[in-house]
């Protein structure tokens, strides 16, 4: 038998036990319904989200009126003057589905007034 065969065996048996766990130990985001029942809408409901603790991952539910309101992720910057940027990005479906990323996320809403009304909402994932 030739020399550093059982040693190949064992690592491809190992390196098949992590693809397996790695396989049944994700675990998917939660998803998260902004403004609850009310949803996405004016006049302003309360936008926070209610979590223990939201995950890089989890996902933000926007249910509103396509053409009423849109969801424009954008940047801290843009967030605090309520501005939407050329690189941000804008979502109009209506029931828009987004992952969080690590890190802040900011969210709002670009129609004429409505951001300056309240139509934004900024989450931190872990």
């Given at each position: 038998?030739?020399?550093?065969?059982?040693?190949?065996g064992?690592?491809?048996?190992?390196?098949l036990?992590i693809?397996?766990?790695?396989q049944?130990?994700?675990?998917?985001?939660?998803?998260y319904?902004?403004?609850g029942?009310?949803?996405?809408?004016?006049?302003?409901?309360?936008?926070l989200?209610?979590?223990?603790?939201?995950?890089?991952?989890d996902?933000?539910?926007?249910?509103y009126?396509?053409?009423?309101?849109d969801?424009?992720?954008?940047?801290?910057?843009?967030f605090k003057?309520?501005?939407?940027?050329?690189?941000?990005?804008?979502?109009?479906?209506g029931?828009?589905?987004?992952?969080?990323k690590?890190?802040m996320?900011?969210?709002?809403?670009?129609?004429?007034?409505?951001?300056?009304a309240?139509?934004?909402i900024?989450?931190?994932?872990?």
């Amino acid at each position: 038998m030739a020399k550093g065969g059982g040693s190949a065996g064992l690592l491809l048996a190992v390196v098949l036990l992590i693809v397996f766990v790695s396989q049944f130990s994700h675990v998917e985001g939660v998803m998260y319904t902004v403004g609850g029942t009310r949803g996405w809408n004016l006049p302003k409901a309360n936008y926070l989200v209610k979590a223990p603790r939201f995950r890089a991952g989890d996902m933000l539910k926007f249910n509103y009126a396509p053409g009423a309101h849109d969801v424009v992720a954008v940047g801290s910057n843009d967030f605090k003057s309520c501005r939407v940027t050329g690189n941000s990005k804008r979502f109009t479906s209506g029931k828009d589905q987004i992952a969080l990323k690590k890190g802040m996320n900011y969210f709002l809403c670009s129609f004429p007034g409505h951001c300056a009304a309240g139509m934004k909402i900024a989450i931190h994932a872990i």
